[in-house]
């Protein structure tokens, strides 16, 4: 495969703006639904609509909307002049939206009526239009992750970010002519829109584009593909698929898991039934991908492989120092795909990098004697549940917030289809009563589903130390089945 551009996201998505006849976006059956001139027609009107309502290059542009064709071509349209993308969970409620809004001062909001709106404008609008020519160091978008302190903050991703990640990731996973994606993902992430959809248009390949995973779709849609990425839930249905198994993949090359761990029972009952070992790779909303198991070579379960070209991994102790293979430590990473810093944020940014300037993921791993990271822990206590980041914090002040609650705290516990799920534990208010499934509805109406808790425990005290911090480990012990076997309140080590 030739060297791909990786400077700038216009110059990775050239297939885009040279907009010749191949396909571009399949359905589930393989019928060509968008070209690639489809694509460079359809974002160019864009383009000029967004600039209609006042965007202009460097201008964000906020959008939460369902996962469509005209969706990405949004995204396109945004790529080509310029405008700082924020892309929305769409299951984000008015008031989350209203945050970040608030926060990133879109000049332009899209939600899924306001798409249709400016669809309808843009149809008379020009087919051509000359793109921006952006910088490595530009801004090109904003995507919000929350943190222990419960509010979203920023990551601003440059130019150089997202093309110099995408375009090692099209070259390191061996996309070449003839490959097609199955995308089943949100385009909502890091992981849907900057990886696979980057990828694929780089390789100048068309996606079948499912507007989300489902399983049957996807076994009808796989002997038409050579490539799938997806989240550890997506493969832990397909094993639960009647028709999925080797007829079903005989065109596929790799499959690709990441945003979640995968389970290494997943992974061996997956290439016992298919033939394919699972390719598992690390990222995060700051970084993009940080490391990948090799394409070539043994793809180890329970890891995450190593380094990727041009990026730096290390494992550090507590005092900064680099631990050696085996020991367990702190992540830290430098490299080009490493974002430019919090939004709005100086003091947070500066309290995230070490001195020497490595990114500090929060997340725990070590290296084994071959190489390979292994991730252990997160120092940051998020839960990943279906593939998306759930941040306690942020939960917990939902719920304390509700009527009869004195306080709470949230942990994630195994789950065999989300990987993780969420369980809230409950201390009541003196003389109060709640009832698990009230709280839980009334979480909903200020919670994205996926961030409600699936259970919800009542008990009569939290487990502390010494210091008075709540003893998540002791909660999780205590509620990984799903019931209240298990050490009570307050056992446990005092550490």
């Not at 001139?37 to 964000?60: F, I, N, V, Y």
């Not at 899924?112 to 160091?137: I, K, S, V």
Request: with cysteine; aromatic share 6%.
């Amino acid at each position: 495969m030739s060297a791909l551009p990786g400077d700038t996201l216009r110059g990775l998505l050239a297939a885009v703006h040279d907009g010749n006849g191949d396909p571009f976006l399949l359905d589930a059956d393989g019928s060509v639904t968008h070209t690639y001139a489809d694509a460079a027609r359809r974002s160019a009107q864009l383009a000029h609509a967004l600039a209609a309502r006042g965007a202009a290059p460097g201008e964000r542009v906020a959008v939460q909307v369902a996962k469509s064709a005209e969706a990405i071509m949004v995204y396109l349209a945004c790529v080509r002049a310029g405008y700082v993308l924020l892309p929305m969970n769409t299951g984000y409620t008015a008031d989350e939206v209203a945050y970040l809004v608030g926060d990133a001062r879109p000049v332009v909001v899209l939600d899924d009526e306001r798409l249709a709106e400016l669809g309808e404008q843009a149809h008379t609008m020009p087919t051509t239009f000359t793109d921006h020519a952006a910088t490595p160091d530009e801004l090109a978008a904003i995507l919000y992750t929350s943190g222990t302190t419960g509010r979203p903050k920023g990551a601003m991703l440059s130019q150089r970010n997202l093309a110099s990640n995408s375009a090692t990731l099209a070259e390191l996973w061996g996309f070449r002519p003839g490959d097609v994606l199955l995308h089943a993902l949100p385009i909502f992430h890091t992981h849907g829109l900057f990886v696979a959809t980057n990828c694929s248009i780089a390789n100048g390949s068309p996606m079948v584009f499912l507007e989300r995973f489902d399983a049957d779709e996807v076994v009808r849609a796989l002997p038409r593909c050579t490539v799938m990425m997806g989240v550890p839930t997506f493969y832990t249905r397909l094993l639960t698929h009647e028709g999925f198994g080797p007829d079903a993949c005989r065109s596929m090359r790799l499959f690709i898991s990441g945003s979640a761990p995968l389970l290494a029972s997943v992974h061996d009952e997956f290439r016992a039934r298919t033939g394919h070992a699972i390719l598992e790779r690390y990222g995060m909303t700051e970084t993009s991908m940080l490391t990948s198991n090799p394409l070539d070579g043994e793809r180890r379960p329970g890891t995450v492989g190593f380094a990727l070209p041009g990026v730096d991994v290390r494992v550090v102790d507590d005092d900064g120092r680099v631990v050696s293979s085996g020991e367990v430590g702190g992540i830290e990473v430098r490299g080009p795909n490493v974002f430019a810093g919090y939004w709005g944020r100086p003091e947070l940014t500066a309290t995230e990098f070490a001195a020497d300037g490595w990114f500090r993921t929060g997340d725990v791993g070590m290296f084994d004697a071959d190489g390979y990271l292994h991730i252990v822990g997160r120092s940051k206590d998020l839960i990943i549940s279906g593939g998306l980041n759930v941040y306690p914090k942020e939960i917990e002040d939902v719920i304390d917030g509700l009527d009869g609650v004195l306080e709470s705290a949230v942990v994630g516990v195994p789950d065999a289809d989300f990987g993780e799920a969420v369980v809230a534990i409950v201390v009541a208010a003196t003389g109060a009563d709640p009832e698990p499934a009230a709280l839980r509805a009334a979480a909903r109406e200020r919670l994205a589903a996926f961030k409600v808790p699936k259970r919800v425990h009542v008990v009569d005290a939290l487990p502390r130390n010494a210091m008075g911090k709540v003893e998540k480990a002791v909660l999780r012990r205590r509620f990984e089945t799903g019931d209240e076997t298990g050490p009570g309140p307050g056992a446990g080590d005092v550490s």
